[in-house]
């Protein structure tokens, strides 16, 4: 079973629409994680989600918003998508307090047109 | 506010072993990190290491931590090709919360 999934894989769509990626864990963690990945491939933290807080780098346009139904699932919703939105967006997954690593899905590859 | 900085290229022969350095600058760091990305491919953690120690090995990985300098390094022995990738290092304050990436190291291992 995959440990973090995210859906779709890849997703092309025009600049102005509204999109949403989802993301679920089964691992049970309490925090779950948005990251960003520009074409330089350089990683930076977008959102950190528990139950208890949520944490947004001052950097992420309001645009984007994480919107968790339940303690397995964090989406990442985006409105009126711009170019420099395309990129490509890891969802992760961790236990706070424990001496576990953070578990990565396989990335959603976002192409603004 | 916290950095990671790495060398952004590393070009090296089949056999040879590759040595990928890593700084950063939070002195609270306590968890470091190693993970490697493949082309296409999502975050594999190679291995992590905590501020109170100085040297990790697993197989063909060690890293050495000089936690004075803030200094990080990841050393594969017996690079094969299949080690071409992107390296990152990354670290966090405390377990299980938001870890910040350095650029990332490309590594090519030639045969």
């Known amino acids: 079973d995959t440990a973090v999934s995210q859906t779709p894989k890849y997703l092309v769509t025009q600049m102005g629409n509204d999109k949403s990626i989802k993301c679920e864990q089964n691992?049970?963690?309490?925090?779950m994680y948005w990251y960003k990945q520009d074409s330089k491939k350089f990683l930076k933290i977008m959102f950190s989600?528990?139950?208890?807080?949520?944490?947004i780098n001052e950097t992420v346009p309001n645009r984007f918003s994480p919107k968790s139904p339940d303690k397995a699932h964090l989406n990442l919703h985006i409105n009126s998508l711009e170019l420099g939105d395309s990129a490509v967006y890891f969802c992760?997954?961790?236990?706070?307090?424990?001496?576990?690593?953070?578990?990565f899905g396989q990335g959603t590859r976002l192409t603004v047109v | 506010g916290e950095d990671v900085e790495q060398s952004l290229f590393l070009s090296v022969r089949e056999g040879d072993s590759s040595v990928i350095n890593c700084t950063y600058t939070?002195?609270?760091?306590?968890?470091l990190y190693w993970y490697k990305q493949e082309p296409g491919a999502g975050l594999q953690l190679l291995t992590y290491?905590?501020?109170?120690?100085d040297m990790k090995q697993d197989q063909r990985l060690t890293v050495l931590l000089n936690k004075k300098d803030k200094h990080l390094s990841l050393r594969i022995a017996d690079t094969q090709t299949g080690d071409s990738a992107i390296y990152f290092c990354?670290?966090?304050?405390?377990?299980?919360?938001?870890?910040?990436f350095g650029k990332g190291t490309t590594l090519s291992v030639s045969s």
């Open positions: 939070d002195s609270s760091s306590t968890y």
């Open positions: 990354a670290e966090s304050e405390q377990a299980g919360t938001a870890l910040i």
């Open positions: 290491i905590f501020s109170n120690m």
């Open positions: 691992l049970g963690h309490d925090t």
């Open positions: 989600y528990n139950n208890k807080e949520l944490i």
């Open positions: 992760a997954s961790s236990q706070e307090g424990q001496n576990t690593e953070a578990f």
